[in-house]
Structures are given as structure tokens and as C-alpha cells.
């Protein structure tokens, strides 16, 4: 029989962050970021959810709109890495993909294709990732014109750097690049509008907003989290408590014995370490619960467990579930406990937990 280590995927909630995402747009249709393996929650569990309400889905590669096919459904897919070779632009046609072209590579492989898909301009406002400079989108544009492609194309789309705080002015600046760069051609579509620009007031999100990490209820905005935002948390990671025993006062607990007990202590081993993707860094007081009632961590994360302090819970028993995150304690949480962003907690979840949608 399996462990009872387990993901549980809400997908009520996700729809209703999705809602959140259509009332924050300020009028642009919203299409749902779903790549990743939709955030961890799986990727056709995600747009099979979504699918009677997200005109368009994005992803990062073909690969992932590939897999949105196998789970039946049909709404344009917008790659947002474009493609990867030349040969991936005929599956583009066929399967109404909707790749964004970012460089000159990209454009050659158009150029030798003759049979444009449907697709997006990545405008460089100043992220410097991906994407051409506006004082090169004339030429740009002139050779789509030559090529015949012009036609196919929907528009641009631009990306922010630093949407996620309140404090920086650069999403006003790369905003305001956007707009001077796309003037030119005011009847083609525009997308800049990641999760965290649908938090700033006033910020125009044009066309296309769209969400990614406020779908899975995570928080997009520094300093806040996503029920602090109004959004709902849609995974619960839980795993059994598979011992417990009184740690006494002066003895230490696990790898490098880094937490040692002031007072007798009672303990519990819970099913689950950073082989299945909980954060080793998370340590020492890093919340967790049991039956809504809070707990914490102790001590170092093994591969396969960890150590919680049970005091508070005097009736914890083997076998009882522990959430690591959910709806009592938030993943932002957890992933500020950690050092990091529940961005890298959701997708960093491995296939060793089982996802089990509610």
C-alpha cells in the first residue's frame, strides 16, 4: 500500500482565481499561463478545468501545447518561447499554435518555411531576455512584409522585470517602451500583463493579460500573500506522521544535529523530505499543520522526511495527516521560510507525489 503523501489540487479554486484574473483585466481577455506541468498541479488536470472559460492558453514550449492537445482541447496555444527548430512551424499551422518570435533566428525559419502560423513579436523593453528593441521593429516588420507573414501576425508582447514591487519604477518605464515601440501599428493586439501587473493600480494590461502563478492561488507581489491578495490556494501537499516519540531535553534531531531540544519534546517523522520537492532549506520553525491547527518544523530536511514539534498537538498520532501547505499554512510562507518563491515550490514538486484533484 502506498503512502498516504499526497497533493490534493482544488480546482474550484483554481477557476475562481481565474475569475479574480478576468475581474483584474481591466477589460483585456485573459489567457491562463499553464506551462510547467501547470505549475505542478498537471497541465491537462489545469486546462481541462479551464477550458469552458480561457479563450487561449500560453505555455513555455511545444512540447507543453502538445500535451494540451492530448487532453482534448482546442483553444489556440501561444508558445511563449516560440520554437525551438524550423520544422516545429509547420506543427504550428496544423495545430493552431501560436508561437512568439523573439530573434533573427526565428525569423529565418519563418522566411524558409513559406507557410507562416498564426503568431506574436516579443518586444525587449528592458527585461533583456528575449525579444527585439523597439528601434528595431520597423525593420522587423519590413521583413515580415517581404516574406508574406505580415498578415499572421497578432501583435506584441512584452514582459516586466520587476511587477512583483510596488516600490520599482521600471514597470512604468518598460510600459511606457511598450507603447512608443507598438505605436506604429495600432490595430495589432498587445499582451504585457504577467499576475503581478494585475495587482498595480492603473497599470494597463492592453489586450491580453496573462496570469500565471495567482491561477495556483501563489502570491505574484513581494511582501504580500495570495490570500492577503484575495486569491485561493489550490494544492494542499499533505503526508502521514509515520512515528512519534519524546525528544529529551539536550538530545538533537536529525542531519548535523542542528536542533537540540531545550525541554523534553514530543516529536513527530512526517512522510515527505525534499526528494519529493519540499525545500531542504526550509528549517527550524517553518510552519506546517495538523487538523488546522498550526505546528512547526525542527531541525535539518531529509530526503525522504522531516521532523515537526508536537507539543501543541498532544493528541497527534501516527497516521495523522500534516499539511505542508494549504489552507492553513500558505505556501508563500513556507517559500519565504525557505529563501525562495512558491513559483519554485509548486513546480518544483515531483512526480514521486501524487496529485489527486477535489
Known amino acids: 500500500m502506498p503512502r498516504s503523501t499526497v497533493a490534493r489540487i482544488n480546482l474550484d479554486a483554481l477557476r475562481t482565481n481565474y475569475r479574480a484574473a478576468c475581474e483584474r483585466s481591466g477589460g483585456a481577455k485573459v489567457m491562463a499561463v499553464v506551462k510547467a506541468d501547470g505549475y505542478g498541479h498537471g497541465i491537462a488536470r489545469v486546462a481541462s478545468a479551464l477550458a469552458d472559460m480561457a479563450p487561449k492558453f500560453a505555455v513555455a514550449c511545444i512540447e507543453e501545447a502538445w500535451a494540451i492537445r492530448a487532453a482534448g482541447h482546442a483553444q489556440p496555444v501561444v508558445l511563449l518561447q516560440g520554437v525551438h527548430a524550423a520544422g516545429d512551424l509547420a506543427d504550428c499551422v496544423h ?5 512568439v518570435v523573439h530573434g533573427e533566428q526565428q525569423l529565418a525559419w519563418m522566411e524558409q518555411s513559406g507557410d507562416a502560423p498564426t503568431f506574436w513579436l516579443k518586444v525587449n523593453t528592458g527585461m533583456n531576455r528575449l525579444g527585439f528593441r523597439g528601434d528595431a521593429l520597423p525593420a522587423v516588420m519590413t521583413k515580415l512584409e517581404k516574406m508574406g507573414a505580415a498578415p499572421k501576425l497578432q501583435g506584441f508582447v512584452g514582459h516586466f522585470a520587476c511587477a512583483d514591487d510596488a516600490s520599482s519604477t521600471m514597470t512604468l518605464a518598460q510600459t511606457a517602451n511598450f507603447e512608443t515601440a507598438t505605436a506604429p501599428w495600432p490595430t495589432l493586439m498587445k499582451s504585457v500583463g504577467n499576475s503581478a501587473a494585475h495587482f498595480i493600480p492603473g497599470q494597463p494590461l492592453f489586450d491580453w493579460s496573462r496570469p500565471g502563478i495567482m491561477l495556483y492561488g501563489g502570491s505574484p507581489i513581494v511582501g504580500k500573500t495570495g490570500p492577503q491578495l484575495g486569491l485561493e490556494p489550490v494544492m494542499s501537499l499533505e503526508a502521514p506522521l509515520i512515528t512519534t516519540r519524546v525528544v529529551k531535553a539536550g538530545e538533537s534531531v536529525g542531519y548535523g544535529a542542528g536542533w537540540v531540544a531545550e525541554r ?3 516529536m513527530g517523522m512526517v512522510a515527505i ?14 510552519p506546517a499543520a495538523i487538523a488546522g491547527r498550526r505546528i512547526r518544523l525542527i531541525g535539518r530536511v531529509s530526503m525522504d522526511m522531516l521532523a515537526v514539534d508536537l507539543s501543541n498537538v498532544s493528541e497527534a498520532r501516527e497516521g495523522d495527516l500534516v499539511e505542508l501547505w494549504g489552507r492553513t499554512v500558505g505556501i508563500d510562507e513556507v517559500a519565504s521560510c525557505a529563501g525562495t518563491i512558491s513559483y519554485e515550490l509548486l513546480t518544483g514538486l515531483t512526480s514521486r507525489v501524487p496529485r489527486v484533484s477535489q
Open 95 to 99: 495545430s493552431n499554435f501560436e508561437p
Open 264 to 266: 523534553d519534546t514530543r
Open 273 to 286: 523530505g525534499y526528494g519529493d520537492g519540499y525545500p531542504r532549506h526550509a528549517g527550524t520553525d517553518t
